[in-house]
């Protein structure tokens, strides 16, 4: 059986990622991983949070991925204006990330360019970030994200999920 991994992302993804995307979900099938997101592989039957919670508890590990989602190019921020746009993830990838983090289960952080903020800024979490291009089709298959995986899977072949009915 193919180890059940999390991934949080969002569902909607600006198409120009997409085939990014795409290749990294075939070569996770291929090293026998089997990625499940909320409104992807799994269908909401409860209040978000809980089905996030539910999922997590059968996975043996988790993957943000930083997928830009919203632009703030005026406004403040901690007072002050702010002086060139930012680029944000989803306010689940945090979520997600924290509830993962706290269950013990090996973390994988990677997020394109410009995406920032929260987890996505060094020294937020204990785990290595990676920064990459999402356009890229073959981002995925760069030689820093194929030993990242390798070794994050290592960690998650450690810990034993608790089966819910699905």
């Given amino acids: 059986m193919a180890t059940q991994i999390f991934v949080s992302r969002p569902n909607w993804v600006p198409d120009s990622l997409n085939a990014g995307l795409d290749a990294?979900?075939?070569l996770l099938r291929s090293l026998d991983i089997e990625?499940?997101?909320?409104?992807?592989s799994d269908q909401p039957t409860q209040a978000p949070l809980d089905d996030v919670i539910r999922v997590l508890k059968e996975?043996?590990?988790a993957i943000i991925l930083g997928i830009p989602q919203l632009v703030v190019e005026a406004g403040t921020l901690k007072g002050r204006p702010v002086s060139s746009a930012l680029t944000l993830g989803t306010e689940w990838n945090h979520i997600e990330?924290?509830?993962?983090?706290?269950?013990?289960?090996?973390?994988?952080v990677i997020h394109h360019t410009?995406?920032?903020?929260g987890i996505f800024d060094r020294g937020a979490m204990n785990t290595f970030l990676y920064n990459k291009d999402f356009a890229q089709a073959a981002w995925a298959l760069d030689a820093d994200i194929q030993g990242a995986l390798k070794a994050w899977k290592a960690r998650c072949t450690a810990v034993r999920p608790t089966p819910t009915a699905r």
């Fill in 114 to 117: 410009g995406v920032e903020r």
């Fill in 35 to 40: 990625p499940r997101t909320i409104g992807r």
């Fill in 24 to 26: 990294l979900e075939r």
């Fill in 97 to 108: 990330a924290g509830l993962a983090y706290a269950s013990g289960l090996p973390l994988l």
């Fill in 59 to 61: 996975c043996c590990g």
